[in-house]
Nanobody
Framework: QVQLVESGGGLVQAGGSLRLSCAAS????????MGWFRQAPGKEREFVAA????????GYADSVKGRFTISRDNAKNTVYLQMNSLKPEETAVYYC????????????????WGQGTQVTVSS
């Protein structure tokens, strides 16, 4: 059974940092590209960052470039999202997702999803 479990969300002040983790189980994690998405209330789910199966290729939404970093540890079946200089408008539920191809940005490209972790940035 494929499972993705996010953790690390919480409440942080504007300008602060959080590190999200996503632990995978039940499948061959190292063969999948991984992505992070977020969804704010009343808004569509949007792409944040993605990383290839090897970690050699990454992609970011323009709004987070230079502040967020995606990484993975295939030995631990875990993908991370380091978020710095957080802004109140980045308050959302953050989801990790997996796809068997490469660094892609579309929600429809991802095959497996976690349940999400809430990130709240106060002003």
């Amino acid at each position: 059974q494929v499972q993705l479990v996010e953790s690390g969300g919480g409440l942080v002040q504007a300008g602060g940092s959080l590190r999200l983790s996503c632990a995978a189980s039940g499948w061959i994690f190292s063969r999948y590209a991984m992505g992070w998405f977020r969804q704010a209330p009343g808004k569509e789910r949007e792409f944040v960052a993605a990383i290839s199966w090897s970690g050699g290729s990454t992609g970011y939404a323009d709004s987070v470039k230079g502040r967020f970093t995606i990484s993975r540890d295939n030995a631990k079946n875990t993908v991370y999202l380091q978020m710095n200089s957080l802004k109140p408008e980045e308050t959302a539920v953050y989801y990790c997702a997996a796809n068997p191809r490469t660094v892609v940005v579309g929600v429809e490209d991802y095959e497996y999803w976690g349940q999400g972790t809430q990130v709240t940035v106060s002003s």
